[in-house]
């Protein structure tokens, strides 16, 4: 959270938002702050009734947000599967990582962009939850594709390893040798 960011939990009746209503209208009179309805918002259980959803917004002035909620990029209620939760961080990674590894990088510059944009995405979410291994795992395999320096696109956007490709073939003898003196 940004250090105005307010997370307030309590028991979904009108009382409870009566009292949280009037702690903000004090903080906001000794501060000097004012709250703003547009980007304040709440999340009920799924056992709130309708008609105490609809009285707890009318008291607080704020709007639900329902369970898909996105907080910084992230869930903010997360299901049993936690790898559907993360899937869009994932995609989100795969594609910064695809539009640039188009372009012609040295190894060095992809080491770069790797430390920008994906650690960058990655710092808070890592954070603030426990990542799923296999999720771990499939970010870790995306990097290394990504890193892999003897790789090249080709018209139809597959890549052909040069190690490994027939009609590539370099044999150990015919690569540069390291004269040690």
């Known amino acids: ?6 997370l307030i939990m309590c028991r979904a009746d009108n009382t409870e938002a009566s009292v949280v209503k009037e702690c903000l209208n ?11 309805s547009e980007k304040s918002n709440i999340l009920f259980s799924n056992s709130t009734s309708k008609k105490d959803r609809e009285m707890i917004k009318q ?16 869930t903010f209620v997360f299901e049993r599967n936690k790898t559907k939760d993360f899937f ?23 080491t770069v962009l790797i430390k920008s944009v994906v650690q960058a995405i990655l710092t808070y979410t890592m954070s603030t939850f426990h990542l799923p291994l296999g ?4 970010l870790d395999g995306l990097v290394r594709r990504f ?11 597959s890549s052909i390893d040069l190690w490994k490709a027939p009609g590539f073939q370099v044999s150990r003898t015919d690569a540069p ?3 040690m003196g």
């Open 147 to 157: 890193q892999r320096w003897l790789c090249f696109s080709i018209g139809d956007g």
């Open 59 to 74: 008291t607080l002035g704020f709007k639900d947000i329902g369970p898909k909620a996105i907080y910084l990029g992230n």
């Open 135 to 138: 999720l771990c795992e499939d």
């Open 88 to 110: 869009k961080m994932k995609e989100r990674i795969k594609d910064r990582l695809e539009g640039w590894n188009k372009n012609l990088l040295s190894k060095s510059g992809k």
């Open 26 to 36: 004090s903080y906001c009179t000794w501060s000097g702050q004012m709250e703003n």
């Open 177 to 179: 040798q390291l004269e």
């Open 1 to 6: 959270m940004y250090a105005d960011d307010l």
